[in-house]
């Protein structure tokens, strides 16, 4: 059965979707503080936010390995507030920004831990935002509990929202289908951390920043919620990993930061990253926006000859095709559709996925006839 359209709200990308520049300058890193950069631009501008905020993580003292070895962890000055309240009213005046300059149909992503998503969570219901998902990103190369005190903290949240309840988010299911062969994307990522040639050093072969996040997940953020050509604001720039995907993937960014030598490294990083040029390469049509193919239209092409057998794959169920382009059962005759649905005594039934035709020693999905009429005139379509 075909996946059901949870929401007709979702907008769909099309075969050629025009890429519109901004009346302001995109691709750019501005210096400063966020929510001062983010109040100098215009309203209702922006067609995705990737927010990597500082996590508040409280540590306390260094953290040692086994071998006696310090942990390299987050413990940079814009890590750290006096309180959960300073936190919070922080917090509120970044997201209240980011609502401002975010379009009706755009959305949000937010990234944090358990020491602060919780609570960035609350908020951004407050002022209104609706969570369409939130997905786990689960570290498949964690850093380990070295005291041996708690679980490992192999995971972290991502929050998926929209500006409000009935906005028209682009969610570009078929291209997130395709990336995990065929199947729905879960809300459960595994992936690993930023490592090896990925990770920006510093000239003492340090880490630039503690925190920096893995191109693969920035790829699966932008693919899902973009267009060609979208603008992709991040108020916490960093290094520059959503600049950097989203040049690749032929988006427009702006970046927001107020450290010069993260910076300074993200200009750099930008700068050698090579875009798709084909911007047909970028694009996964939805199947919503394809060419309706009638059944009786692969009948007459001769693609599937009346009176040929179909079954479902487990050979249960069989009907035959009739020259019209209907089928007939043993009790219920009608569309591919009508009678995929009667046999089973289901409410629908997409019948192009549900009948299948013997070819050999296989059956056959009846869609891939469906596919190449529509391969066929494609040409005529563009």
């Given at each position: 059965?075909?996946?059901?359209?949870?929401?007709?709200?979702?907008?769909?990308t099309?075969?050629k979707?025009?890429?519109?520049?901004?009346?302001?300058?995109?691709?750019?890193?501005?210096?400063?503080?966020?929510?001062?950069?983010?109040?100098?631009?215009?309203?209702?501008?922006?067609?995705?936010v990737?927010?990597?905020?500082?996590?508040?993580?409280?540590?306390?003292?260094?953290?040692?390995?086994?071998?006696?070895?310090?942990?390299?962890?987050?413990?940079?000055?814009?890590?750290?507030?006096?309180?959960?309240?300073?936190?919070?009213?922080?917090?509120?005046?970044?997201?209240?920004?980011?609502?401002?300059?975010?379009?009706?149909?755009?959305?949000?992503?937010?990234?944090?831990?358990?020491?602060?998503?919780?609570?960035?969570?609350?908020?951004?219901?407050?002022?209104?935002?609706?969570?369409?998902?939130?997905?786990?990103?689960?570290?498949?190369?964690?850093?380990?509990?070295?005291?041996?005190?708690?679980?490992?903290?192999?995971?972290?949240?991502?929050?998926?929202?929209?500006?409000?309840?009935?906005?028209?988010?682009?969610?570009?299911?078929?291209?997130?289908?395709?990336?995990?062969?065929?199947?729905?994307?879960?809300?459960?990522w595994t992936?690993?951390?930023?490592?090896?040639?990925?990770?920006?050093?510093?000239?003492?072969?340090?880490?630039?920043?503690?925190?920096?996040?893995?191109?693969?997940?920035?790829?699966?953020?932008?693919?899902?919620?973009?267009?060609?050509?979208?603008?992709?604001?991040?108020?916490?720039f960093?290094?520059g990993?959503?600049?950097?995907?989203?040049?690749?993937?032929?988006?427009?960014?702006?970046?927001?930061?107020?450290?010069?030598?993260?910076?300074?490294?993200?200009?750099?990083?930008?700068?050698?990253?090579?875009?798709?040029?084909?911007?047909?390469?970028?694009?996964?049509?939805?199947?919503?926006?394809?060419?309706?193919?009638?059944?009786?239209?692969?009948?007459?092409?001769?693609?599937?000859?009346?009176?040929?057998?179909?079954?479902?794959?487990?050979?249960?169920?069989?009907?035959?095709?009739r020259?019209?382009?209907?089928?007939?059962?043993?009790?219920?005759?009608?569309?591919?559709?009508?009678?995929?649905?009667?046999?089973?005594?289901?409410?629908?039934?997409?019948?192009?996925?549900?009948?299948?035709v013997?070819?050999?020693?296989?059956?056959?999905?009846?869609?891939?006839?469906?596919?190449?009429?529509?391969?066929?005139?494609?040409?005529?379509?563009?």
């Amino acid at each position: 059965m075909a996946p059901k359209d949870v929401t007709t709200k979702v907008s769909s990308t099309k075969t050629k979707p025009p890429i519109v520049k901004a009346p302001f300058k995109t691709n750019v890193i501005m210096s400063g503080d966020c929510v001062d950069a983010m109040n100098a631009l215009p309203e209702n501008s922006i067609d995705l936010v990737f927010a990597d905020p500082p996590y508040n993580m409280q540590l306390g003292g260094e953290l040692h390995r086994p071998d006696n070895s310090r942990v390299d962890g987050v413990d940079d000055a814009w890590d750290k507030f006096d309180n959960f309240a300073a936190y919070d009213k922080f917090t509120r005046a970044w997201l209240g920004a980011v609502k401002r300059v975010l379009k009706d149909n755009g959305s949000l992503w937010v990234i944090g831990s358990y020491h602060n998503i919780f609570r960035v969570g609350a908020i951004l219901q407050d002022l209104g935002f609706w969570v369409l998902n939130d997905i786990v990103w689960r570290k498949s190369n964690p850093m380990p509990n070295f005291r041996g005190t708690r679980f490992t903290n192999a995971h972290e949240t991502m929050i998926w929202c929209s500006k409000s309840k009935d906005a028209r988010y682009t969610f570009n299911y078929d291209a997130m289908k395709n990336m995990n062969d065929g199947l729905q994307m879960r809300s459960d990522w595994t992936l690993p951390l930023c490592t090896g040639d990925e990770r920006l050093k510093n000239t003492l072969g340090d880490k630039l920043h503690p925190t920096q996040k893995p191109e693969s997940l920035l790829y699966r953020v932008i693919m899902s919620a973009t267009k060609p050509g979208d603008i992709v604001l991040d108020p916490f720039f960093g290094t520059g990993t959503t600049g950097a995907v989203a040049k690749l993937l032929g988006r427009q960014y702006i970046g927001l930061e107020r450290d010069p030598e993260y910076i300074a490294g993200a200009r750099e990083r930008i700068a050698n990253v090579k875009p798709i040029e084909d911007e047909s390469m970028l694009l996964t049509p939805s199947k919503r926006t394809e060419p309706r193919i009638p059944f009786g239209t692969v009948v007459e092409r001769g693609l599937l000859r009346a009176g040929t057998m179909l079954s479902d794959p487990s050979g249960r169920f069989t009907a035959k095709i009739r020259a019209d382009g209907s089928l007939i059962s043993a009790e219920h005759r009608g569309s591919i559709h009508q009678v995929g649905a009667a046999v089973q005594g289901a409410p629908a039934c997409n019948g192009w996925t549900f009948w299948h035709v013997k070819m050999g020693n296989n059956l056959v999905a009846i869609d891939v006839f469906r596919q190449k009429v529509r391969a066929e005139i494609a040409p005529s379509l563009q």
